[in-house]
């Protein structure tokens, strides 16, 4: 019994915790770890509440403040890895350059990819979270992607999407994640057009002649 709580306090606190500990006491390539942290939380959570199910089905407010914890925290993560991967790719779009026309013209495509599905496929992983502490039906990964997209453009969605939706938007969290993601998505496409935008305007600008 003292080690059942002593490994599920262990667990519960890596869950919560495990971004602070990357940041701060990993060094070196490890740290890459941080991008797989939201998966690894949510794993040790789980781990947390099978080693000592006794405890948390007595006191089940103990289990819904783990999971939220969790959540939250790995939510903070991968808003950090979305803005901190932005600002790499503003970067890399505007001050690295290639000698090669089509291996540029490639990458900047791939930029404008990125830019405008990045935002939608990260809030997809944070709606999926939730949708777990809102006793959502499960949906697959390619369902909550498109449940993602369906909130910014008005997607048709099936029954079971519809229905994950309903449930999920009706929490106070999860409207302040839309309004997250929608000033995101749409500061993101902002930087897509105005980029767009000055490569033509420097595409049909005139020549200066010597």
Do not use: C
């Amino acid at each position: 019994m003292i080690l059942q709580s002593i490994l599920s306090l262990l667990f519960s606190l890596l869950a919560v915790f495990l971004p602070v500990i990357i940041v701060f006491f990993l060094r070196g390539p490890i740290k890459l770890l941080l991008y797989y942290s939201p998966l690894l939380q949510l794993l040790f959570a789980v781990t947390a509440y099978n080693i000592y199910p006794m405890f948390y089905n007595k006191f089940d407010v103990w289990g819904w403040i783990l999971f939220y914890l969790t959540i939250t925290s790995a939510s903070l993560v991968l808003f950090f890895i979305l803005i901190t991967s932005a600002i790499k790719g503003i970067r890399k779009i505007l001050y690295e350059t290639t000698n090669n026309a089509t291996i540029e013209r490639l990458r900047l495509f791939f930029y404008l990819v990125y830019f405008i599905t990045i935002p939608h496929l990260v809030f997809a992983l944070i709606y999926s979270f939730w949708g777990i502490v809102s006793k959502a039906e499960n949906i697959t990964l390619f369902e909550s992607i498109y449940f993602s997209f369906s909130l910014i453009y008005s997607l048709p969605v099936s029954k079971t999407i519809e229905e994950y939706g309903n449930i999920i938007t009706n929490e106070n969290s999860i409207q302040l994640l839309y309004m997250i993601h929608v000033v995101i998505s749409k500061a993101f496409e902002i930087v897509v057009l105005a980029f767009v935008a000055s490569r033509i305007i420097d595409y049909i600008k005139p020549t200066r002649e010597d």
